[in-house]
């Protein structure tokens, strides 16, 4: 009796152990989209960037966002020029991370399928400055799957993004970003 | 008199198109660029390990002929194409961006498929090297 109970804890910590293993509860994406936009008084200045990665932990609520600056695309050359040599500095910076969290976690289930609004709030780092910034996400799961939509707006300077004077006028002072990310579960 | 104004209309015509030349001028195209560095996926990796930086500065931007056996290819953002080659690291990879113009030959290749891949590096991310704007060496 007393070797059977104790096979029996033994085989139920065993599988618990297993099972908590296999659900990490982690997301990941490799090529989620980015993109940003302003306008001017010339014309818009949009780009994307389809090769954002990502981990998303369901169980603390942490994400990580990782962006190569050098992977963004412009419709004009010259436009992804002076983005990347000019303001973005790419070859000295050239990645940017938001590291936070999901501020309502225990609001968001993840093995139901649905849309919840929440915010996320943490660290963005661009170039070598870092600012705190809070902004609203959509995060919608659907069949073990995730998707996280977010749109925010970032004041240039803060981030030391200088505009040349020439085209001061020219250039608005923030600058809107969306980020699309299309998570799977780690295996 | 004449003269001078036809100059100056000369003049005036020859800026204005070399600035609208730089103003709409086309993306490098990297397909049809000659790589600056031919490497294994695998060293590719290696490298940025090594030291970030240092293989910043020597890959950043620059043409590169990557090959490596396929890990995976990702599909699911429609925008591009992913093909990952394997680096000897489990879960980094070498990941290459496609235009979306190149999906159907990129659905012809298989896991496990050595490869020849030509881009343009980006650096490196949470998941490996990344380069973009790729194509295909036969």
């Known amino acids: 009796m007393k070797t059977k109970i104790i096979i029996l804890i033994g085989l139920f910590t065993f599988t618990t152990a297993f099972t908590l293993k296999m659900e990490s509860g982690k997301y990941l994406t490799k090529n989620g989209k980015m993109s940003f936009f302003s306008s001017t008084g010339i014309e818009d200045i949009t780009a ?3 090769k954002v990665s990502s981990v998303l932990d369901s169980k603390t609520g942490k994400i990580v966002i990782e962006v190569l600056i050098k992977s963004f695309r412009f419709k004009k050359a010259l436009m992804e020029e002076h983005f990347n040599e000019n303001y973005m500095e790419s070859t000295k910076y050239p990645k940017s991370k938001f590291d936070g969290k999901i501020d309502n976690l225990s609001a968001v289930n993840f093995s139901k399928d ?14 070598d400055k870092t600012n705190p910034i809070k902004t609203d996400a959509t995060i919608t799961v659907k069949g073990g799957k995730l998707n996280g939509n977010t749109k925010f707006k970032i004041v240039l300077a803060d981030y030391n993004i200088t505009i040349p004077s020439v085209v001061k006028d020219k250039i608005k002072k923030e600058m809107e970003i969306t980020a699309d990310l299309d998570y ?3 295996k | 008199m004449l003269k001078r104004i036809i ?12 600035a609208f030349y730089m103003w709409n001028k086309p993306h490098k195209d990297i397909a049809a660029a000659k790589e600056d560095f031919i490497l294994t996926s ?3 990796y290696k490298e940025y390990v090594a030291n ?6 020597k890959y ?3 043409v590169i002929a990557v090959e490596g056996t396929i890990s995976a290819i990702e599909l699911e953002n429609a925008d591009e194409p992913t093909v990952a080659l394997t680096t000897g690291t489990a879960d980094m990879t070498v990941s290459c961006g496609f235009k979306k113009e190149l999906l159907n030959e990129i659905k012809k290749l298989k896991q496990n ?9 980006d650096g490196m991310g949470m998941f490996g090297v990344v380069i973009t704007q790729c194509s295909l060496i036969k």
């Open chain 2, 42 to 44: 695998t060293d590719f």
């Open chain 2, 113 to 121: 498929d050595k490869i020849k891949i030509k881009g343009k590096c």
């Open chain 1, 48 to 50: 994307e960037n389809n």
């Open chain 2, 7 to 18: 100059l100056f209309i000369l003049v005036i015509g020859i800026i204005a198109s070399i």
């Open chain 2, 60 to 62: 950043l931007d620059k």
């Open chain 1, 184 to 186: 799977e579960p780690m």
């Open chain 1, 114 to 127: 649905g849309t919840i609004k929440t915010t996320i709030s943490g660290n963005l780092t661009i170039k």
């Open chain 2, 52 to 57: 970030e930086t240092t293989a910043n500065t």
